[in-house]
DNA sequence: CTATTACTCTATAAAATCTATAGACTAATA
DNA sequence: TATTAGTCTATAGATTTTATAGAGTAATAG
């Protein structure tokens, strides 16, 4: 399941690319409309900000706004900077990988394998699938 | 990702499956060949037996056992029973639903749509494949 | 019938993660 | 220089995860 942080951030990046007009996108604009905490949300959007997702102004005619075009950003881009890996396991993890301790041999081990043919599905779906297409569906 | 817990339910239903002759496997054995906490190991079966997918015996020649065909037991229901929902949100989860306190109104939202999506297409690959599968892979 | 084996049940708890909230601070604009 | 609006740091309650301990119960062998 995805975090709320993930939703929240999936949301407002949602709201903030239906309403990118002339001005930037008010977090207290987005909190209410979504019903969104909005000092949590504050957070959120700092992190997408931090990854290049987000630009920001402050002051009067400040807000929020998208760096890129919608189509080029991937729903697998946005969830794994919120919510971390995409992967079940941290084995099969092609961002976040991690060995398992209790595995002698990832080669010859079935759950690696078959959680890796996930990941594969998975990834299909979402990286073929941009902020414009979530905004538009 | 899935919990540890979930991991190593997997890893003993597959060790399981390989293993299942005229005894039935103990708890320890599997402890120790998969390194999975002896305790914890335990708790997971048990989990596993509530739901009907293992049977037990106790004392001398004791141990876990199948209580149906490999290939009758999907991935999906094992890692539904172990994690919990696979949908990405309780609003598209199929086994576990509940609403979102936030939304006004579920038709028109834009992240359900999505992530119904998503579900449909994990699910798809993770109710073709059994513990057959996973134990042969 | 009793010793041993192996699963069962209840309780507990440390650690990590999630979900926020508070408040002082900084930058931009009118 | 007053107002607006994002930034940064700290904190903290709640929940979930990941276990561990130990007494209890059922089955089997001899």
Partial sequence: MLS????YGLKALIYIAKHSGTEPVLISEISDRER????FLE???????????????KG????YYLLKDPKEISAATIIRVLDGPL??????SLNY???????PDEAKC???????????NTLSLLQQRSLYDLAIL
Avoid: W
Wanted: aromatic share 6%; hydrophobic share 35%.
């Fill in 36 to 39: 969104i905490p909005k000092k």
């Fill in 97 to 103: 990988y991690e060995k398992c301790d209790d595995c």
């Fill in 110 to 120: 079935n759950l690696n394998k078959f959680l890796a043919q996930v990941r594969d």
């Fill in 60 to 63: 009067k005619g400040g807000g």
């Fill in 43 to 57: 957070a959120i959007l700092l992190d997408l900000k931090k990854f290049g997702i987000l630009g920001s102004k």
């Fill in 87 to 92: 992967a079940m396991l941290p084995c099969v």
């Fill in 4 to 7: 709320k942080k993930t939703k």
